[in-house]
T-cell receptor, first 111, second 116 residues
Framework: QKEVEQNSGPLSVPEGAIASLNCTYS??????FFWYRQYSGKSPELIMS????GDKEDGRFTAQLNKASQYVSLLIRDSQPSDSATYLC???????????FGKGTRLHILP | ETGVTQSPTHLIKTRGQQVTLRCSSQ?????VSWYQQALGQGPQFIFQ???????GRGNFPPRFSGLQFPNYSSELNVNALELDDSALYLC???????????????FGPGTRLTVL
């Protein structure tokens, strides 16, 4: 079983709509969860980190964590064309003290 | 800007050669991690250094090795290069170890390695 799984997409969302990105992870001991955005040819940049169950909001972005279901998601409200990128879910695998990335979901916002 | 720099930006090597990639972390960041990102894939964890000691390693062979220095710089060395080593190599620094709330990582711009 892969440690961090994401749907590779592409996910196409109309401009102004809500984009919903999902991620599941295998290690129940995981403590820290991150969403990164990566534009083509660039390095990942941190959007959100979340450590506790529930929702965490930052501007148009909301991260949701459900440790019982081993599920973390990212919602992007009022999607803009500039949000078109690959979104990487990353999870701290506590047993090895390392952070593991999913393969990423390509998001395309349709103007 | 994350304050993390990498050099060189691009590099072309031939199979069997050796390469050294460099990273300069944010001041005060004791942890540096190195990742390999193939085209269309997520970053793959190579290893992590904390206060100049290796502290976790991914599924990479021993020909991938690293060093971390007291001045917050670090190196990734790859011996006996193979064609499959062609990728974007990323370093990421963080204030502390994974597992605590100081484990947020900040990535450098990466080094694009091409092995011919």
């Amino acid at each position: 079983q892969k440690e961090v799984e994401q749907n590779s997409g592409p996910l196409s969302v109309p401009e102004g709509a809500i984009a919903s990105l999902n991620c599941t992870y295998s290690d129940r001991g995981s403590q820290s969860f991150f969403w990164y955005r990566q534009y083509s040819g660039k390095s990942p940049e941190l959007i959100m980190s979340i450590y506790s169950n529930g929702d965490k909001e930052d501007g148009r972005f909301t991260a949701q964590l459900n440790k019982a279901s081993q599920y973390v998601s990212l919602l992007i409200r009022d999607s803009q064309p500039s949000d078109s990128a690959t979104y990487l879910c990353a999870v701290n695998i506590n047993r090895d003290d390392k952070i593991i990335f999913g393969k990423g979901t390509r998001l395309h916002i349709l103007p | 800007e994350t304050g993390v720099t990498q050099s060189p930006t691009h590099l072309i090597k031939t199979r069997g050669q050796q390469v050294t990639l460099r990273c300069s972390s944010q001041s005060g960041h004791n942890t540096v991690s190195w990742y390999q990102q193939a085209l269309g894939q997520g970053p793959q964890f190579i290893f992590q250094y904390y206060r100049e000691e290796e502290n976790g390693r991914g599924n990479f062979p021993p020909r991938f090795s690293g060093l971390q220095f007291p001045n917050y710089s670090s190196e990734l060395n790859v011996n006996a290069l193979e064609l499959d080593d062609s990728a974007l190599y990323l370093c990421a620094s963080s204030p502390g170890l994974a597992g605590v709330d100081t484990d947020t990582q900040y990535f450098g711009p990466g080094t694009r390695l091409t092995v011919l």
